[in-house]
């Protein structure tokens, strides 16, 4: 008696299962996260070029990379929904992708504030923006690690939280020299687009806070 047609799909001659074909394959949620967390990267060195020197061509690249880093949001909200399971906790992905999505919701806001303000970048703004871009690929690269090494991942996270408590500093400065002037227009309108810069290191603090947590709660 011959041996039944090995089922496409099987490399190998052997015939999968016939249950196999009512189960979807599991999408990857990490990858998913990592994907968005890539595009909020590229739109914080965008916006770090932005701080730098201005123009409006950087500025609607941070735009553009808010918008993508939305829908692959998006598509990991989807992919939560149908997973039957996933290798981290559900609640800790949403979270992780809720929180990183505030970080380019507060750089884009910042864009929107300077405009309205008519307020140029600085050094100020431009070293500030420094470590924020450097503290977001350090949060990234710990999502690239949650699933070989945790504790790499949390090491990743001490250093993006490390890198932008100095922003405070950076803030203090920044608002010194400005004291320094005498233009009442200018000192308000720096007050409130370097407190912006705050917020979005207060965005990044939040999100290392809680891929900590994902790692403590896999030990």
């Given at each position: 008696m011959s041996e039944p047609p090995a089922e496409s799909g099987a490399p190998d001659g052997r015939r999968r299962p016939w249950?196999?074909?009512l189960i979807?394959?599991?999408?990857?949620?990490?990858a998913l996260l990592v994907a968005q967390g890539e595009l909020t990267v590229a739109g914080m060195d965008a916006f770090n070029a932005w701080s730098h020197r201005g123009g409006e061509d950087v500025a609607e690249?941070?735009?553009?990379?808010q918008h993508r880093a939305y829908h692959a949001r998006r598509e990991l909200l989807a992919a939560l929904q149908t997973a039957l399971s996933t290798p981290i906790d559900q609640e800790d992905l949403y979270a992780l992708s809720e929180r990183i999505d505030r970080i380019l919701?507060?750089?884009r806001d910042t864009l929107r504030e300077a405009e309205v303000l008519g307020h140029a970048p600085d050094i100020h703004t431009g070293r500030m923006a420094d470590r924020l871009a450097a503290a977001t690929?350090?949060?990234v690269a710990g999502f690239h690690m949650l699933r070989d090494d945790p504790e790499e991942a949390g090491r990743e996270a001490d250093l993006a939280s490390a890198g932008v408590h100095?922003?405070?500093?950076d803030y203090r400065e920044a608002m010194a020299a400005l004291?320094?002037?005498?233009?009442?227009?200018?000192?308000?309108?720096?007050?409130?687009?370097y407190r912006r810069y705050l917020g979005i290191a207060d965005a990044i603090i939040a999100v290392a806070d809680r891929l900590w947590f994902v790692v403590l709660r896999g030990e």
């Open positions: 249950w196999r074909a979807p394959a599991a999408p990857d949620v990490v690249d941070v735009r553009s990379a919701n507060e750089a690929r350090a949060l100095n922003v405070e500093r004291l320094e002037g005498d233009d009442v227009r200018l000192l308000l309108a720096g007050q409130v687009l």
